[in-house]
Nanobody
Framework: QVQLWQSGGQSVQTGDSLRLFCTAP????????MGWFRQVPGKDREFVGA????????GLADSVKDRFSISRNRAENTGYLHMNNLQPEDTAVYYC??????????????????WGQGTQVTVSA
């Protein structure tokens, strides 16, 4: 069940930048953290990064930490995934998620309780 709403995915060229959006319609952010994952056909969902909604500290996967960042605007109840210098290997469906308990870390997709509908990012060479 989709409980978060996402936008921002599109087709871009190598080296371009893109920002994805995620919000919880009609309510304040409902959980401790917002996570971002991505998935390509035939592969498991891959952790991209996460942010502590209250404190603002973030964690990013090694594969993207030099190019991606995460932020949130608490007043607008919106979280963002900022992606720079996009590469073809970044092509995927990107999902945002919300969760509050992470005994195995933010990168554990099973720990998240709410998910967005996904948004396609396609990077052409």
């Amino acid at each position: 069940q989709v409980q978060l709403w996402q936008s921002g995915g599109q087709s871009v060229q190598t080296g371009d930048s893109l920002r994805l959006f995620c919000t919880a319609p009609g309510r304040t952010w409902p959980h401790y953290a917002m996570g971002w994952f991505r998935q390509v056909p035939g592969k498991d969902r891959e952790f991209v990064g996460a942010i502590n909604w209250g404190a603002g500290n973030t964690g990013l996967a090694d594969s993207v930490k030099d190019r991606f960042s995460i932020s949130r605007n608490r007043a607008e109840n919106t979280g963002y995934l900022h992606m720079n210098n996009l590469q073809p290997e970044d092509t995927a469906v990107y999902y945002c998620a919300a969760g509050s308990g992470f005994p195995r870390g933010w990168n554990d997709a099973d720990a998240y309780r709410m998910w967005g509908q996904g948004t396609q990012v396609t990077v052409s060479a």
